[in-house]
T-cell receptor
Framework: GDSVTQMEGPVTLSEEAFLTINCTYT??????LFWYVQYPGEGLQLLLK?????DKGSNKGFEATYRKETTSFHLEKGSVQVSDSAVYFC???????????FGTGTSLTVIP | SAVISQKPSRDICQRGTSLTIQCQVD?????MFWYRQQPGQSLTLIAT?????????ESGFVIDKFPISRPNLTFSTLTVSNMSPEDSSIYLC????????????FGPGTRLTVL
C-alpha cells in the first residue's frame, strides 16, 4: 500500500545552517506530496505541496522537488532561523479516495 | 484555503467521563476528518465524518468509543467516551475542499489530558 518514510529526528542546527529533511514514498499511482509544519502547541499548517513529477513546491524559503525516479520529496532550506523550530511532516495523498498518509514527523530545533 | 477552529483548545478530564470536541470550518467542505496525535507521534486517522450519515471508522476505532456527528457541511463533533489515561492525545480536525481536493487543512487541535 501507499506509505511515507521520513527521516528520523530530532535535528538540531545552528541558525543560518542548511537544512535537509529526507522523505521517500511508496505509491501505486500518481500521488500529490506535501510538507506540513507543526509549531509548538499548534495544529498542522500546510507548508508546501507538489502535485506531479518534477514540480517544485516552495514557501517561506523552504523547497521540495517531486522526484518520481527516486520516489522522494526532500525538504530543504538554505538558511534556517530560530523561528523554524517545529515538527515537519511529509504526507502523501494518492488522489484516489480520501486517505492521507503521514510520515512520523521530524523535530527541528534551531539554536542561535 | 479553509480556516478551521476547534473547541475546546485543551481540557483535563477525569477517567470514565466523556468529552465532545467541536470543529467549525469557515466554508463548505466536501470531506471532514478526525485524527489523533499521541505524544511525540505522527497522526492517526480515526474516521471520516460523513454529512448526514454515519462516520467511516479506521481499523482500531469504533463508534461506541468515538461517536462522530456531522450535521452540515461546515461542522462536526467528535466525542471521546468513557475516557482513560490512554486517550490523552491531541485530537485534530481536518477538511478537504472541493476546489483544492488534494489538500487537507487542519484545525489547531484539542489537547486532551485524562487523569
Amino acid at each position: 500500500g501507499d506509505s511515507v518514510t521520513q527521516m528520523e529526528g530530532p535535528v538540531t542546527l545552528s541558525e543560518e545552517a542548511f537544512l535537509t529533511i529526507n522523505c521517500t514514498y511508496t505509491a501505486t499511482g500518481y500521488p500529490s506530496l506535501f510538507w506540513y509544519v507543526q509549531y509548538p502547541g499548534e495544529g498542522l499548517q500546510l507548508l508546501l505541496k507538489a502535485t506531479k513529477a518534477d514540480d517544485k513546491g516552495s514557501n517561506k524559503g523552504f523547497e521540495a522537488t517531486y522526484r518520481k525516479e527516486t520516489t522522494s520529496f526532500h525538504l530543504e532550506k538554505g538558511s534556517v532561523q530560530v523561528s523554524d523550530s517545529a515538527v515537519y511532516f511529509c504526507a502523501l495523498s494518492p488522489n484516489t479516495g480520501n486517505q492521507f498518509y503521514f510520515g512520523t514527523g521530524t523535530s527541528l530545533t534551531v539554536i542561535p | 484555503s479553509a480556516v478551521i477552529s476547534q473547541k475546546p483548545s485543551r481540557d483535563i478530564c477525569q477517567r470514565g467521563t466523556s468529552l465532545t470536541i467541536q470543529c467549525q470550518v469557515d466554508s463548505q467542505v466536501t470531506m471532514m476528518f478526525w485524527y489523533r496525535q499521541q505524544p511525540g507521534q505522527s497522526l492517526t486517522l480515526i474516521a471520516t465524518a460523513n454529512q448526514g450519515s454515519e462516520a467511516t471508522y479506521e481499523s482500531g476505532f469504533v463508534i461506541d468509543k468515538f461517536p462522530i456527528s456531522r450535521p452540515n457541511l461546515t461542522f462536526s463533533t467528535l466525542t471521546v467516551s468513557n475516557m482513560s489515561p490512554e486517550d490523552s492525545s491531541i485530537y485534530l480536525c481536518s477538511a478537504l475542499q472541493e476546489i483544492s481536493k488534494d489538500t487537507q487543512y487542519f484545525g489547531p487541535g484539542t489537547r486532551l489530558t485524562v487523569l
